[in-house]
C-alpha cells in the first residue's frame, strides 16, 4: 500500500514538474501582446533585448524591472537603443584599474 502511495506522489510530482516548464515556454514566447507609443527616458533604461517573431519588438528592461515593449521602427526605439548601445561599448573599453597602463617614468642618461 505504500508503494502504491509513494509511487502516486511521484507521478504527481513529475506531472507538475513537466507541466511547469511547458507554460514557461509559452508565455517567454508571447511577452509583447502590445507595443507602448509613449517614449521612455533612456536614464531609466537597464537593457533591452529585440524579439523577433510575428511581433517584431524591442523589449525595453527598466531599472525597477518593469519590460516595456515598443517598435523597432520608431524613431525614439532607434535613439534609445543606439543610446544604449553606445553606453554599453564605453563601459566595455574603459580599462579598470588592473588593465591600466603602469605609468613609467623614462629618465634621461647622459
Do not use: H
Amino acid at each position: 500500500m505504500r508503494a502504491l502511495v509513494l509511487a502516486l506522489l511521484g507521478i504527481c510530482c513529475l506531472t507538475a514538474y513537466v507541466v511547469e516548464g511547458v507554460g514557461s515556454e509559452v508565455l517567454e514566447q508571447r511577452i509583447c501582446v502590445s507595443l507602448t507609443s509613449r517614449p521612455l527616458p533612456v536614464r531609466n533604461i537597464k537593457t533591452y533585448t529585440i524579439r523577433e517573431g510575428p511581433m517584431r519588438a524591442v523589449i525595453f528592461i527598466t531599472k525597477r524591472g518593469l519590460k516595456v515593449c515598443a517598435d523597432p521602427q520608431v524613431e525614439w526605439v532607434k535613439k534609445a537603443v543606439e543610446s544604449m548601445a553606445n553606453k554599453k561599448t564605453a563601459n566595455q573599453s574603459k580599462p579598470t584599474g588592473a588593465q591600466q597602463p603602469a605609468s613609467t617614468v623614462v629618465t634621461g642618461a647622459r
